[in-house]
């Protein structure tokens, strides 16, 4: 319920007016004592929340796309390099032994289960690959996953004939030998070994020759792959969203705003607050209709990397340029040159590109600047918290991530918290009161889960008060990053909304904010466009009850810096506290006096 009935209004506004005012007076204070860069010292801890959140794709589901199987001698450094990197740069996840995980006697166990949990193995026949026990293991591996069809296997006949891969002939011949007479291993492993070798020899694969051209090999063992996820495309969208609650029906929701048949450029955006989901979703839209184009480029957590407006921003069109333009050896000097680059570069190419978190106009204009820069059915999705962007730039589309509701956010964070994703008996009524408390956010509910996996009764109670006491660092980090990103007047406005007008009437809020001098209705409008703040409940500002937590702990961590106490904040009335006591509070936070 509201603090307030919105009855006495003159009164509550002079009441508030007071406070208001006491708080403002302190920002001002403190900004002329302390003119420190905002939020210095817990930045860098916000960016590794941040990046955290931003890993390799394999958080999209478990397992990987493709195994690699080559002799490193032989290929490492080339061929397979070349082919691994290709890979990568189509977001197919591939596993590749770089470290050659052939411990004393065995192999590693690490090797047999990657290879059970991929869908493809590249399979690298050089002249070698016979001559180490290693390859011969996971060649038979693969042979067993695909004999129960579980594996799709692509061969690469480099510098060999298929014909000697098939009857273990020339150069492949004296490696089989020297295993025969090895004591150690029994006839009927080089057998299982030699048959696995034919069986493998006998698929039609790509045969790469001293007078080919290497690139395109790559090129074709990635089409081969792309195009058999796309006749599996159902299979494929259920492979990866394993594990992700919720998803698919937004997945098919973006893709219905793509409009794949048309062939006009259409810019797609994907908005909502920190930690909601954007990131993911975008991974697996992108995963599923990579194949339909060219070319693709997924450039992930801009906003981190482009801190340096001119070097970072000319990183980003560099790594653009490389994915899209394979082969082609182009280098980026400036921000202009790399704009001027990809305008005549991609013009006439049908290209899928993802523009993952951006939070400023000139990551839009710098790295997809006009439709006119892409070639006929391209596709520009674009991730940010900030809906003011995707408005200025007119995207065609908007889609709104929401947080997780019911069942849904149950189901998310027990498959973090339980073995098998239900909850024990005895722990229902706890993993309702912490879904409840997250507000249904994707983060705090895979955070909680994963804090809790295999504790008992006792522990997650003790974890409940905490969690209604104070929030999980990574979860306050992960949200205090949007927070981070506004304005010193978007930041005083967001902090006056957290610590005393939440629930209030709009009209109130606007009045109050006008009273004490802010620029009250842009201010509001500002914040909802970030997705920081709503209006909801018949036209009273709302805002998730984790962003409030995390103004509290920015507060709570900025006093106790200048105050030298821990002091904990639970409600408002601990704001008012801190302010009648200590009058001299820190808050690092305003940089400038108003």
């Known amino acids: 319920m509201p603090f307030f009935f919105v009855g006495a209004h003159t009164a509550i506004r002079l009441h508030w007016r ?76 591939t596993y590749k032994d770089d470290w050659s995980l052939e411990i004393g006697n065995f192999i590693a166990p690490a090797l047999l289960e990657a290879i059970e949990a991929s869908r493809y193995a590249v399979v690298v026949l050089s002249s070698n690959f016979a001559t180490s026990k290693w390859c011969l293991v996971e060649i038979a591996k693969v042979v067993e996953c695909m004999e129960r069809r579980k594996l799709n296997v692509i061969p690469v006949f480099y510098h060999v004939s298929p014909s000697d891969v098939r009857h273990q002939s020339n150069c492949f011949e004296q490696g089989f030998a020297n295993h025969e007479a090895n004591p150690e291993i029994t006839p ?65 929701e973006v893709i219905n705003k793509l409009n794949m048949e048309s062939n006009e450029v259409r810019f797609i955006g994907i908005c909502g607050m920190s930690g909601i989901g954007k990131t993911t979703l975008a991974e697996v839209v992108f995963h599923v209709i990579q194949h339909k184009y060219q070319e693709s480029s997924f450039i992930e957590n801009i906003k981190d990397i482009s801190k340096d407006h001119n070097s970072d921003l000319c990183k980003l069109q560099q790594k653009l340029l ?163 990103r506004l304005d010193r007047h978007q930041q005083l406005t967001f902090m006056y909304i957290a610590c005393f007008l939440k629930g209030r009437d709009k009209e109130l809020v606007e009045d109050i904010l006008t009273d004490i001098g802010m620029h009250s209705e842009s201010g509001i409008t500002d914040l909802i466009n970030k997705f920081l703040i709503a209006i909801k409940f018949d036209d009273c500002v709302w805002m998730h009850d984790l962003l409030q937590q995390m103004c509290w702990e920015v507060l709570r961590r900025e006093s106790q810096q200048c105050n030298g106490k821990q002091i904990a904040i639970k409600h408002r009335h601990d704001v008012l506290d801190i302010l009648s006591s200590k009058p001299t509070v820190c808050l690092r936070f305003f940089t400038k006096s108003i």
């Not at 007076?25 to 817990?42: D, G, K």
């Not at 070994?193 to 395109?216: C, M, Q, Y």
Request: proline share 1%; charged share 25%; hydrophobic share 35%.
């Open 18 to 93: 007071q406070h208001l005012q006491q708080l403002l007076s302190v920002f001002i204070s403190f900004s002329q004592q302390f003119p420190i860069n905002l939020l210095h010292c817990s930045s860098m801890e916000m960016m590794s929340y941040a990046s955290s959140s931003t890993t390799t794709t394999t958080r999209v589901s478990q397992g990987c796309d493709v195994f690699l199987s080559f002799r490193g001698e032989d290929t490492r450094t080339g061929f397979t390099s070349h082919l691994y990197e290709a890979l990568i740069r189509k977001r197919i996840r």
């Open 322 to 484: 490389d994915d899209v333009l394979k082969g082609e050896s182009i280098s980026v000097r400036s921000v202009k040159h790399g704009q001027t680059l990809l305008m005549t570069k991609l013009r006439d190419m049908k290209v899928l590109i993802v523009l993952d978190d951006v939070n400023h106009a000139d990551q839009f204009m710098y790295l997809a600047g006009g439709r006119e820069w892409f070639g006929a059915g391209t596709r520009i999705i674009v991730t940010t918290t900030n809906a003011d962007l995707l408005n200025a730039y007119r995207v065609n589309e908007t889609f709104m991530c929401e947080e997780l509701k019911g069942e849904e956010a149950l189901r998310l964070f027990c498959q973090s918290a339980f073995v098998d994703g239900h909850p024990k008996h005895g722990y229902e009524n706890l993993s309702d009161d912490i879904v409840k408390y997250t507000g249904g956010l994707p983060i705090a509910l895979t955070v909680y889960g994963s804090l809790l996996y295999g504790k008992e009764e006792k522990y997650w109670k003790d974890m409940l008060k905490k969690v209604q006491e104070y929030q999980h660092k990574e979860v306050l980090g992960r949200l205090e990053v949007g927070y981070v």
């Open 188 to 252: 009927q492993k080089v057998a299982t070994w030699r048959s696995a070798f034919a069986k493998v020899g006998a698929i039609k694969g790509l045969h790469v020759t001293p007078d080919k051209n290497e690139s395109e090999i790559v090129s074709e063992i990635i089409r081969r792959i792309l195009q058999d996820m796309q006749d599996k495309s159902s299979v494929n969208l259920s492979h990866l969203t394993k594990g992700l609650v919720g998803i698919e029906s937004r997945v098919n």
